[in-house]
């Protein structure tokens, strides 16, 4: 049974349900909305460091010698999130695996629609490898997740090294929004109903074909890329597409592990600190990142 902290991040989707179908008459800004980020306790022993590309999250005692960190990508369906609402739990994942991460600025849709997000990322994702880095972990969760394995498909395009590992949280892969679980799931999820996320993937695609590997990576060609490893919600609407993209990366000879969490909502991660799951979840990709990282 979901424990009673994990159940909190259903609460906070249910209410952005009931404000989607009962809009104030001043939302927040999307930058800071809907509190997000108060899901996650705070990790300790983690500094934030702001840079012009996004926020660097630096824990105490992280591996010194070599230049290896986490490029973090956040969700927020390109239209809401930000480095803030994301900050404490990529610095529980930063804090566990040992590493600095930086987690990325992008742009927002509507107004900026496909290709500014990867755009945004790959350049991030640039300036690490010309700094130096060479050991580098892509993450994301939703939108951040599909961003991820686009971004390290535009980056073999552009024959900049591959990142060591992906690390996905219930990504975001297919924008023509195809799963059955968007069914079979509805009332369980409690936020990302089938009309919600076509309605984010037309703002981000703006009349772009949805079918464009570089969006939907469920589409790519997915040869020579990272292990990745995709955790996912049980009772999530986008668990459909963990599985297709698990079968799409071993079609491609990818290694792939793909974890499923029974009775967790999408991203449930950002509970980490308070809820059981959200800990033993950031604990997995940390015992299996750190061998890829040889740390």
């Not at 902290?5 to 930058?31: F, G, I, L």
């Not at 930086?102 to 849709?109: M, V, W």
């Not at 297919?174 to 089938?194: E, H, L, Q």
Request: aromatic residues 8%.
């Amino acid at each position: 049974m979901a424990s009673t902290q994990s159940r909190a991040v259903e609460r906070m989707y249910r209410t952005w349900t009931h404000e989607r179908r009962n809009p104030p008459a001043e939302p927040e800004p999307r930058e800071t909305n809907d509190h997000w980020g108060d899901l996650t306790a705070e990790p300790r022993g983690v500094d934030y460091i702001e840079v012009p590309d996004g926020l660097w999250l630096a824990p105490k005692g992280a591996a010194a010698g070599g230049r290896v960190a986490l490029l973090c990508l956040h969700g927020g369906g390109f239209v809401s999130g930000s480095v803030f609402t994301h900050r404490k739990l990529y610095a529980h994942l930063a804090k566990a695996v040992g590493v600095p991460a930086l987690i990325a600025h992008q742009r927002y849709t509507p107004e900026h629609p496909y290709p500014a997000q990867q755009e945004d990322a790959l350049a991030a994702y640039a300036r690490l490898v010309s700094d130096g880095f060479d050991r580098i972990v892509l993450v994301g969760d939703s939108a951040g997740g599909g961003l991820a394995v686009t971004t390290t498909v535009a980056a073999r395009g552009r024959s900049l090294p591959a990142p060591v590992a992906l690390l996905l949280i219930s990504p975001w892969v297919d924008m023509t929004v195809s799963g059955d679980s968007f069914d079979t799931n509805a009332d369980r999820d409690g936020f990302f109903y089938r009309d919600v996320v076509t309605g984010l993937a037309a703002m981000y695609l703006a009349g772009h074909d949805s079918r464009d590997p570089l969006v939907s990576p469920l589409f790519a060609d997915l040869t020579g890329l990272p292990p990745m490893f995709i955790q996912v919600g049980g009772d999530e609407t986008l668990l459909d597409e963990s599985r297709m993209l698990e079968k799409r990366a071993r079609d491609f000879g990818v290694e792939v592990r793909r974890d499923v969490f029974e009775e967790q909502q999408h991203t449930f991660q950002m509970a980490a600190g308070r809820a059981p799951e959200a800990d033993d979840a950031i604990g997995r990709f940390a015992d299996w990142v750190r061998p890829k990282l040889e740390l």
